[in-house]
């Protein structure tokens, strides 16, 4: 199983990024998928969440602000992110659930002020 995340990087607040992740070595079809990320000195915290169908969840913080998606023909799943705030700042991480979760590496956001 191989998760690879891109697309984060240096942002100011308002602004927008997209998170990528790529699969391999799965049926990613077949699979609920996510994304995590980890502030600087808190615990990880689930962000969104996609499942096999489309069905979407969200954090309360980023529900009308992030959009999750998924492209099972290309074994990728997105990130959205818009109206980018100081607090979303952190390392983002793709993940594979199911009985043996899956991490992927993570991709630090930071949004400045």
């Known amino acids: 199983v191989q998760l690879q995340a891109c697309g984060g990087g240096l942002v100011q607040a308002g602004g927008s990024l997209r998170l990528t992740c790529a699969a391999s070595?799965?049926?990613?079809?077949?699979?609920?998928m996510g994304w995590y990320r980890q502030a600087p000195g808190k615990q990880r915290e689930l962000v969104a969440r996609?499942?096999?169908?489309?069905?979407?969840y969200y954090q309360d913080s980023v529900k009308g602000r992030f959009t999750i998606s998924r492209d099972n023909a290309k074994n990728m799943v997105f990130l959205q992110m818009n109206r980018l705030k100081t607090e979303d700042t952190g390392v983002y991480y793709c993940?594979?659930?199911?009985?043996?979760?899956?991490w992927g590496q993570g991709t630090q956001v930071t949004v400045s002020s």
């Open positions: 993940y594979r659930f199911g009985a043996s979760g899956s």
């Open positions: 996609i499942s096999t169908g489309g069905a979407t």
């Open positions: 070595g799965f049926t990613f079809s077949t699979y609920v």
